[in-house]
């Protein structure tokens, strides 16, 4: 049975670190949650509903886009897709900057 997914949320649970994009937004004040899916079959038992609290939905990929297609095919969200085919991974700073232009932007 798929374990039930723990966001990271806007009010201050979880890890608000500077390593990550989301993370260096918190610690300036930004309300932004993060979750990172460990295991991707099977998806976790709540992720839908985890999904479907937040208004935006933001997923980077070092990829074409694979998991934001799943996502918006099984649970009907809006997903907002970041992806490139670089080999390399993203940047805290770049995440941030791609995260606020989402917050303010989209």
Known sequence: MPRPLDAESANGEG???PGNG????RLAGGSVAQ???RHLSPFPANLGDVLKQY???LVPEINTGQL???LRGRYLIDVISYNRVRGLPFRAA???G???DVIFNA
Request: net charge neutral.
């Open 94 to 96: 770049e995440l941030c």
């Open 15 to 17: 890890h608000v670190g």
């Open 68 to 70: 934001a297609l799943v």
């Open 55 to 57: 208004d935006k939905v």
């Open 35 to 37: 979750a990172h899916l």
């Open 22 to 25: 989301a993370g260096r937004l």
């Open 98 to 100: 791609v995260i606020q």
